[in-house]
Every structure is written in structure tokens, then in C-alpha cells.
């Protein structure tokens, strides 16, 4: 796979991601199901000019979902499954950071 920017696809921002990145200077993303530890590395150093030091990953299965549906008086149950997915935690070099909250104006 040829790096490129759309191997990051976006940051995840939650109570665990934000307490690692406090306490640790972990940062937390959801990546491509096909890019590989070294591509990842590559592309967060490009893109937010930091140096990161190790890079860990994590495939997720996507889950098995019902729903319902009416449609003229009439329920209709089908199932599917959510999208599998992967998530990198970044560990990044002392003294650099990556601000994902403040955004450009």
C-alpha cells in the first residue's frame, strides 16, 4: 500500500484515549483495516510533523445487528453486521503533542 493520507481516517476522542494521551502521550486513531504499523508511522509523522516513537494496533470485528424496519403496516426484522475496523495507539517521542481538539478557523 502506497502511503497516503487517507490511512488515518479519524482521531478517537474518548475518556480512556484522552486519559492515555494525558498520563502517556498515546493518541488514539481509527486506520485502515490494510496499512501496516510502518505505514501508520509514516503517515502521522507527515501529517502532524511529530516523531513518533512505537505504534500498537488493533483489529475489531464488526458486530452482528437486527433492526426493524415498517413499511405499510408491517414490520420487517433484518440483521447485518456493523464494519470490522482498526485502531492504532501512537506513542509519540517527549516533547511532541498533537492538538485534535483545537482546529483551524
Do not use: H
Not at 488514539?28 to 511529530?50: G, H, M, P, T, W
Not at 426484522?77 to 509519540?92: E, M, P, Q
Amino acid at each position: 500500500m502506497a502511503i497516503k493520507s487517507s490511512i488515518i481516517i479519524k482521531p478517537i476522542l474518548s475518556e480512556k484515549s484522552t486519559a492515555l494521551t494525558d498520563d502517556l502521550g498515546k493518541y488514539v486513531f481509527q486506520v485502515e483495516k490494510s496499512a501496516n504499523k510502518l505505514e501508520i508511522k509514516k503517515a502521522i509523522e507527515d501529517r502532524f510533523n511529530v516523531k513518533v516513537e512505537k505504534v500498537a494496533t488493533l483489529n475489531f470485528k464488526g458486530k452482528r445487528k437486527s433492526t426493524s424496519v415498517r413499511s405499510n403496516g408491517r414490520v420487517l426484522r433484518t440483521s447485518g453486521f456493523r464494519a470490522s475496523w482498526k485502531k492504532a495507539i501512537v506513542t509519540l517521542s517527549d516533547g511532541f503533542t498533537i492538538d485534535l481538539v483545537g482546529g483551524e478557523v
